[in-house]
C-alpha cells in the first residue's frame, strides 16, 4: 500500500508545487524511465518473495489451473473482439501513400 501510494503522491506534489523539478525530470527523462522500472521489478519482487515465505499452503493446483483457463479465456474472446471490431471499422484496405 504505502510502498506503491508514498512516491505517486510526492511525485504529483513536486510536480505541481515545485516548477523547476517538471524541467529537472524532462532533462533526466531516461534516467528517470530507468529508475520506475527498477522499482517496479522491486515492488513486485518483493510481493512474490512474501508469499512463498508466507506459504501458500491454501493454493491448490486446480486453482491454479482454472486461472490459468479463466485468463487464457479472457484473453482469447477480446483479442477476438478487438479482431472484428477493427475489421468492422476499417473494411477498406489501408493503401500506401507516398509524399
Known sequence: GLRVVL???VGQLLRNFVGRAEE???RHK???KKAQEYCLVFIVYTVFCKTFLNGSDGVRVSDVLLTMALVLGLLT???GLAWISLKLLFRSEPKL???
Do not use: S
Open 7 to 9: 512516491p505517486i503522491v
Open 24 to 26: 529537472f525530470v524532462k
Open 30 to 32: 531516461k534516467h528517470f
Open 77 to 79: 474472446f477480446l483479442m
Open 97 to 99: 501513400q507516398a509524399m
